[in-house]
């Protein structure tokens, strides 16, 4: 069975501090990985994605993430963040033969003045 | 422009009663997907169909059902017999086999039991 881990459930950070969000799957056959941000009572937009070649992908808004296959891992990064960053971010896996997809509990991101 | 609409935005429901949320495409995607978000818990599959008149039990599907008679169309009920439906639900829908694509969303619809 799949399942994604995100250890924070919550991040405070500063404003142009660095960030990093954690993600880790578990999963017996490949995967794509998927980063998504939530704003309040809104949809979930498409951060950025990983589905074969380089393991560092970048996204939009500045976030980038790296997957690392021996940790099992797609950590989410940004090296300066802005108060309209402070939103609730989910990891998503999804099998590379089957387009269903498994999502992370969650982790908020507040970004503090 | 092309994208998912979820609606209503807001929904009100008695106890005992059954209420459809609705969920309409224009992405011409085969699949479409329905979860259910709750505090602190991530989405939960609620509902997926990979194709039209076809559709499969997802993770938490007990209270629930669905249909899926046009590709565009993917409406959700709850049923009495869901025993906390308070909840948001996002709808959304994917194109598999061309390559792998992401999950598109819509805006989401939250349910109140009052």
């Known amino acids: 069975a799949q399942s994604v881990t995100q250890l924070d459930s919550q991040v405070p950070v500063f404003e142009e501090a660095p960030v990093e969000l954690r993600c880790n799957y578990s999963s017996s056959v490949s995967v794509y990985l998927f980063w998504y941000v939530q704003y309040p009572n809104q949809g979930l937009q498409l951060l950025l994605k990983?589905?074969?070649?380089?393991?560092l992908v970048k996204g939009i808004n500045g976030f980038e993430a790296e997957f690392n296959k021996s940790q099992t891992s797609f950590h989410l990064r940004k090296p300066s963040v802005h108060i309209s960053d402070t939103a609730e971010y989910f990891c998503a896996v999804s099998l590379s033969n089957f387009n269903k997809f498994y999502f992370g509990s969650g982790t908020k991101l507040n970004v503090k003045p | 422009d092309g994208g998912i609409t979820q609606s209503p935005k807001y929904l009100f429901r008695k106890e005992g009663q059954n209420v459809t949320l609705s969920c309409e495409q224009n992405?011409?995607?085969?699949?479409m997907y329905w979860y259910r978000q709750d505090p602190g818990q991530g989405l939960r599959l609620i509902y997926y169909s990979q194709i039209v008149n076809d559709f499969q039990k997802g993770d938490i599907a007990e209270g629930y059902s669905v249909s899926r008679e046009k590709k565009e169309s993917f409406p959700l009920t709850v049923t009495s017999a869901q025993k906390n439906p308070t909840a948001f639900y996002l709808c959304?829908?994917?194109?598999?086999?061309?390559?792998?694509?992401?999950?598109?969303f819509g805006q989401g619809t939250r349910l109140t039991v009052v």
């Open positions: 990983y589905l074969s070649g380089s393991t």
């Open positions: 992405l011409n995607h085969d699949a």
């Open positions: 959304a829908s994917s194109q598999p086999g061309q390559g792998i694509s992401e999950a598109f």
